[in-house]
């Protein structure tokens, strides 16, 4: 079975960092892109950020630039955010996922999900 598990999140002040992770199994880890998503209660699920399956592209929703940062590691099959100068706004539950094809803003594209990890921002 594809698993992907997500941990990092935590309770953190506004501006301060945290380190996200996803660890994969079950699939060839380095042949897929790979996306985080996050949602907060009563919302849509938005797109945050993708990485191409060698790392040689990343995207990023206009909220997150130059905050966020998107990274992989294929021989540990781990895909990171990287989450500075965190904002309140940033608070909701994160979700990695695997992509086959399709355009990356979207979450129909995405064929796997993790279980997601909780981030708060505190003002």
């Known amino acids: 079975q594809v698993q992907l598990v997500e941990s990092g999140g935590g309770l953190v002040q506004a501006g301060g960092s945290l380190r996200l992770s996803c660890a994969a199994s079950?699939?060839?880890?380095?042949?897929?892109?790979m996306g985080w998503f996050r949602q907060a209660p009563g919302k849509e699920r938005e797109f945050v950020a993708t990485?191409?399956?060698?790392?040689?592209?990343?995207y990023y929703a206009d909220s997150v630039k130059g905050r966020l940062t998107i990274s992989r590691d294929n021989a540990k099959n781990t895909v990171y955010l990287q989450m500075n100068s965190l904002k309140p706004e940033d608070t909701a539950i994160y979700y990695c996922?695997?992509?086959?094809?399709?355009?990356?803003?979207?979450?129909?594209?995405?064929?796997?999900w993790g279980q997601g990890t909780q981030v708060t921002v505190s003002s």
């Open positions: 996922a695997v992509r086959l094809r399709g355009d990356y803003y979207y979450s129909f594209s995405y064929n796997y």
């Open positions: 990485i191409t399956w060698n790392g040689g592209r990343t």
């Open positions: 079950g699939l060839t880890f380095s042949s897929y892109s």
